[in-house]
């Protein structure tokens, strides 16, 4: 069995990243990431921070923009609207979910979709259905990525993603099934309300759990030697303790897999190295 390493293989993609910055910034061009908080999930504030301290690791100017809270929603729409006004800045994060009063879709579509970073933007999305990428969003290309590090080719292979997010099942499952390089696989998606979902589960040869169902899949429900990859970072109580667990029961699952990605350490730092990439490939795009 393979443990998938998503740091070492996140490693790899910042450094090819610190290198288009240097290159970049030797053409005059400063590439810079922009992330906006106006969120009341607990866990937001310590995502972005760790995104800006990754800006900093590989040279790039990071820019941090609070809403209050409390603010009308105007407040984050402004804001989105200077971004999207300032030459200087290429990548534009708004952290999801954004507060209640704010509406969510109306912020997807004011990024301009030439900065949308996350590819979140209805243009955006649409062009990874046509086929026709802009950027690919940070978390399914960065298991592209990871599955392209273990020599798993996609192709011909049965995909399973559980899970119908618009962040992660959906886009995984476009890339999985669409043309192209680590793609190419016959793709099913299932979700909460699949019938036997152990009967796709353990059909596959990789299988994506993105549920947000801490340890949902157990060694039962995959076959001999099939890629797992946990998307769940769920954090759950363990003997009086929190602890932090994947959509995978990992322990179990280990036994069986030919290779899986491990919580914490797989997916995660993969979906912040892709937030970087796309950042300098906007960066690039937007100076010819
Ligand atoms: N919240 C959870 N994942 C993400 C992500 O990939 N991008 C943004 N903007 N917010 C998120």
Do not use: W
């Not at 900065?115 to 802009?134: I, M, T, Y």
């Not at 690919?136 to 080719?153: E, F, M, N, W, Y």
């Amino acid at each position: 069995m393979t443990d998938i390493d998503g740091n070492a293989v996140a490693a790899e993609i910042r450094s090819g990243v610190a290198d288009c910055v240097e290159t970049l910034q030797a053409e005059g061009v400063d590439p810079a990431l922009a992330t906006v908080l106006m969120s009341d999930d607990p866990a937001s504030e310590t995502y972005v921070s760790m995104k800006q301290n990754d800006c900093e690791e590989v040279g790039m100017r990071g820019i941090h923009v609070d809403v209050d809270n409390d603010a009308p929603a105007e407040e984050l729409y402004d804001t989105i609207e200077e971004l999207n006004a300032d030459d200087e800045v290429h990548g534009i994060l708004v952290q999801m979910p954004v507060v209640d009063h704010v509406d969510t879709r109306r912020v997807l579509r004011s990024v301009d979709p030439a900065k949308d970073v996350d590819g979140f933007h209805p243009e955006n999305v649409g062009r990874l259905v046509a086929g026709n990428p802009r950027f690919k969003p940070c978390t399914p290309h960065g298991i592209q990525r990871l599955l392209a590090s273990a020599d798993v080719d996609p192709e011909g292979k049965e995909a399973v993603v559980v899970g119908r997010s618009d962040i992660v099942g959906k886009p995984m499952a476009n890339l999985l099934f669409g043309r192209g390089e680590g793609g190419n696989a016959t793709t099913t998606v299932c979700h909460s309300r699949t019938d036997d979902l152990a009967s796709h589960t353990r059909r596959a040869d990789i299988v994506v759990a993105a549920a947000g169902i801490p340890e949902f899949i157990t060694a039962d429900m995959v076959s001999e030697g099939a890629t797992v990859i946990d998307v769940g970072i769920n954090r759950v109580e363990r003997d009086g303790e929190s602890t932090l667990v994947g959509d995978v029961d990992y322990d179990g699952v280990a036994g069986k897999a030919g290779a899986i990605t491990p919580v914490p350490g797989g997916v995660g730092p993969m979906t912040r190295a892709m937030l970087l990439y796309n950042t300098v490939k906007a960066a690039g795009e937007q100076h010819g």
